[in-house]
């Protein structure tokens, strides 16, 4: 039996819309039965506006991260290149914040591959610090 608990389809419908640029941004949780993970709040394109920025939606999930409790993220990333060309990257965010508790950082660390493979290709960023969720950091992992 496989450790970690599996996304509902709820949750699969929500990569999708994420996946088809009508998300911008999407955090997820494990259920409170720790069955499986869940949507947990979404933003709308709307929400942000045209012109908005990969940093403008770091700052939002920067915000809606909680102090204490793991959770996962998927950003619809904008950035510009090397070359100055705009590019778009599906980042996951996979947020464990060091005052977490121990039990929840290892159901969330060993049910992180279930989601991953249902979001598919995408940039990983670990963070335990909203520091560690700065523009130039996840720039450059899109970069690579």
Request: charge should be neutral; hydrophobic fraction near 40%.
């Amino acid at each position: 039996m496989a450790s970690g608990v599996k996304v509902s389809p709820e949750a699969e419908a929500t990569i999708a819309q994420l996946r088809s640029r009508a998300l911008r941004c999407a955090l997820f949780k494990i259920n409170d039965d720790c069955s499986q993970i869940v949507t947990d709040k979404t933003y709308p394109k709307e929400d942000f506006g045209d012109g908005a920025t990969g940093e403008d939606i770091l700052d939002a999930l920067k915000k809606e991260l909680p102090e204490k409790e793991p959770r996962y993220a998927l950003l619809d990333f904008s950035f510009v290149n090397e070359e100055s060309h705009a590019r778009e990257s599906v980042v996951f965010v996979a947020w464990s914040p060091d005052s977490s508790q121990v039990k929840k950082k290892m159901l969330y660390a060993a049910s992180k591959g279930y989601i991953q493979k249902a979001a598919g290709n995408v940039k990983i960023v670990q963070a335990t610090d909203p520091a560690e969720l700065d523009f130039k950091e996840v720039r450059s992992k899109c970069l690579k």
